[in-house]
């Protein structure tokens, strides 16, 4: 599941039916199997926008693929997509005895992430009462409506923590570059990584805390790259760091999920093995770990 779905939890009634021993080898649920569908069908529909194609130039490539602005039309028809492909999805596959010859968990030898990850939502399904058809079918349809148009009040009070851990990465994250630049002979000029910066969410109701300066550096990049893109002679491949700012109808969970993986290359600690933190099976969980990491930074400038 978390390979697939990493953003996600399976819903409280998923579970998997039949298969000796309770194993992989059961009939998938019909709502399990709709989300997934779900899941793999928007990653393959956000992919062109997400991962604009990199030019190998004269100097290195960047860190991260940028987003591509010509498929930013790709919002308007996400629904659709995930829609299309619930309708046109198969039956969900159901255990036949496996391959002949073949242990189950022979076939994900080696793949430890995805094993886990199955062994994981085979403990769930096992932990779960035996539901009533009627409630396998609501939910299916649950799963169905959540997947397509976003969910009801549980994935909205969810919605508003995971904006809420975004914005306070991103008031941290500021707090640690300002006390950074502070400590160099160049105080005014903050280390900001400006592909990163194409994360950057709108300021919160509230507002950004006081002395917050990235809002400010975005303004710069976004006035510095249309006058790159102006220019006949400007070649995107000699850029190590492109600013190309999400547009404002990507979603944000999606938004705060590319930041939960993208923001290690500006904190990263090289003699760490950040494995784990590829694994986590939420993005919740990877913001929580980068609140830890920048706190941590700043406790090491304390004591130095």
Not at 22 to 27: A, M, R, S
Not at 38 to 57: L, N, Q, S, T
Request: glycine share 6%; proline share 8%.
């Amino acid at each position: 599941w978390g390979a697939l779905c990493p953003a996600a939890r399976p819903p409280r009634r998923f579970r998997r039916r039949g298969g000796a021993n309770g194993n992989l080898g059961g009939e998938l649920s019909d709502a399990a199997w709709r989300v997934m569908v779900a899941a793999v069908a928007e990653e393959r529909h956000w992919w062109a926008y997400e991962a604009k194609p990199v030019k190998i130039g004269r100097r290195l490539p960047p860190a991260f693929c940028s987003f591509d602005p010509a498929e930013a039309g790709a919002s308007a028809r996400a629904t659709a997509a995930v829609q299309d492909a619930l309708s046109s999805a198969p039956a969900p596959p159901a255990h036949k005895g496996g391959v002949e010859g073949v242990e189950e968990y022979e076939l994900h030898a080696g793949r430890g992430p995805l094993r886990a990850a199955l062994q994981a939502a085979v403990e769930v399904a096992r932990a779960e009462d035996d539901a009533a058809e009627d409630d396998v079918a609501a939910a299916a349809a649950e799963a169905t409506a959540t997947a397509a148009v976003g969910g009801g009040a549980d994935e909205v009070e969810e919605a508003e923590r995971l904006l809420a851990l975004e914005v306070q990465v991103w008031a941290e994250f500021d707090a640690l570059l300002r006390r950074i630049a502070a400590s160099t002979d160049t105080p005014s000029q903050v280390p900001a990584p400006a592909q990163l910066l194409s994360l950057l969410p709108p300021p919160p109701s509230a507002g950004w805390p006081a002395g917050f300066i990235l809002e400010k550096i975005v303004v710069g990049l976004r006035r510095r790259a249309s006058e790159q893109r102006a220019n006949q002679w400007y070649n995107e491949a000699d850029e190590t760091e492109p600013y190309v700012p999400c547009t404002a109808s990507y979603p944000h969970r999606r938004r705060a999920q590319r930041l939960s993986y993208s923001i290690w290359s500006a904190i990263r600690d090289d003699q760490t093995d950040h494995q784990s933190v590829l694994e986590m099976p939420s993005t919740s969980d990877r913001l929580r770990a980068v609140l830890l990491r920048l706190r941590d930074v700043s406790a090491r400038l304390d004591a130095e």
